[in-house]
């Protein structure tokens, strides 16, 4: 079927990639951005294309989330494929990168072949998978690495899981970086980290929880950066949340070494306060960090220290949830909360909002070689327009995911996503 081509006039153009936020217009033809006019209009418009009024709500890339969980396959009571791209679809984002940590793991290239091929029947979002960088995610055995990147996958990782025999690092950065593929890896000390589901703290004493220091982060991050200056693989560090990280980051940007780093808008926006009576919906791997920390990582958003946000998207069904705090199991949804919780730091002034939604689109495809994330002339037409005035109360029985596990039930944020439209169709509509 045929696209008739569409045009969005009287819209407030968010580019990253180029910078721009402003007035502006924006065509769409055949399934890609025709013609983008900065601070003007498209001028005479012929009868066959349908014109929208964007009303002075933000048109801007549609969000690339490059850390995302499902449960399919292994899993769908969890979440499906399909649950997954319809939350996508209600939270702007069009494009997202599966973790590796499934049944079967996603460890070689016919596991990446069976992904590729489910999320193209589904046409929603567009959905590529991370592989494993050792054999079932194990830390032993490397995987095939070079296989699972000829067959798609955009990155490879352990997920959840550190590498802890440094051997076994060296060799998958030495042999990522001979097929220029990026290592993603967590910094976590694992003994520091064993059985903790808190960061350590006055707070957690008193909780009587089991916690882990914020150096067990350094501690891991300083072993990976040496590494990346012996391999010089691409390095990205997943899920950085502690000042004292940061410090490590810092130094190794400065040195050069070709390290990005994402971190998750869970901890941006809570702090170890927010587990409150033993709030299992706060429980996350890396857990929340003090208030210091929290506001560490922000600074470190807004000065381009951390290139990347990300949604750390992790269901898990209320049997898993609703049990005692060290016993629940940790992560949260997080794909329709993102772009507004996100937009906090723009309401509060914090970041502007051009640099914000650089992490969440250009930056990230631009990581991972994605055409999309830009707005610009043969660029696929993946977009997001979004209400930023716009108030929500985040509702569980109204998320599109199959678990509802998410931290911000009830909160009231500012972003509503009226559209989002993936290789010009649309995907999600209020």
């Not at 709030?279 to 210091?292: A, M, Q, S, Y």
């Not at 996100?342 to 994605?370: K, N, Q, W």
Request: hydrophobic share 45%; with cysteine; proline share 6%.
């Amino acid at each position: 079927m045929t696209q008739r081509p569409t045009a969005f006039v009287n819209a407030r153009l968010v580019d990253p990639a180029s910078g721009w936020d402003g007035p502006g217009a924006l065509l769409i033809r055949d399934g890609k951005i025709a013609d983008v006019a900065q601070g003007g209009d498209l001028g005479t418009l012929s009868a066959d294309i349908d014109v929208i009024d964007a009303r002075g709500a933000m048109l801007a890339p549609g969000l690339v989330d490059i850390r995302v969980k499902t449960g399919e396959p292994g899993a769908e009571t969890k979440e499906t494929l399909k649950s997954a791209a319809l939350a996508a679809a209600a939270g702007g984002v069009t494009s997202i990168v599966l973790q590796p940590d499934t049944d079967p793991v996603i460890d070689e290239a016919s596991v990446v072949d069976f992904i590729l091929r489910r999320t193209r029947d589904i046409e929603l979002v567009h959905v590529y998978p991370a592989g494993a960088a050792t054999k079932g995610a194990k830390g032993e055995r490397m995987a095939e690495i070079g296989l699972m990147r000829e067959a798609g996958c955009l990155y490879v990782t352990d997920a959840d899981r550190p590498i802890v025999n440094s051997k076994v690092m060296q060799r998958v950065l030495a042999y990522a970086k001979s097929f220029d593929t990026l290592v993603a890896h967590r910094p976590a000390d694992p003994w520091l980290s064993a059985g903790a589901v808190a960061t350590a703290s006055e707070f957690a004493g008193r909780m009587g929880l089991s916690s882990v220091p914020p150096i067990a982060e350094k501690i891991m991050l300083d072993r990976d950066l040496a590494l990346v200056e012996l391999t010089g693989a691409r390095f990205l560090v997943d899920q950085i949340t502690t000042a004292c990280a940061l410090e490590s980051l810092a130094r190794g940007k400065a040195k050069g070494l070709p390290v990005t780093a994402t971190t998750s808008i869970n901890h941006l926006s809570f702090n170890e306060i927010d587990i409150g009576d033993y709030r299992t919906f706060l429980k996350f791997d890396p857990p929340v960090r003090g208030e210091d920390d929290r506001q560490a990582t922000i600074e470190a958003l807004a000065s381009g220290l951390i290139d990347i946000v990300v949604s750390a998207h992790a269901p898990a069904p209320a049997e898993d949830k609703r049990l005692p705090y060290d016993e629940a199991a940790p992560g949260a949804v997080g794909l329709q909360t993102l772009l507004p919780a996100l937009l906090a730091f723009h309401h509060d002034g914090r970041i502007p909002l051009v640099d914000l939604m650089r992490t969440v689109t250009s930056r990230p495809a631009e990581l991972l070689g994605l055409a999309a994330g830009r707005l610009a002339k043969g660029a696929p037409a993946d977009l997001v327009l979004c209400d930023l005035n716009a108030p929500i109360v985040v509702d569980l029985d109204k998320l599109k995911s199959k678990s509802r596990n998410s931290p911000f039930d009830g909160r009231r944020l500012f972003g509503e996503v009226q559209m989002t439209i993936v290789d010009g169709r649309v995907v999600y509509r209020v």
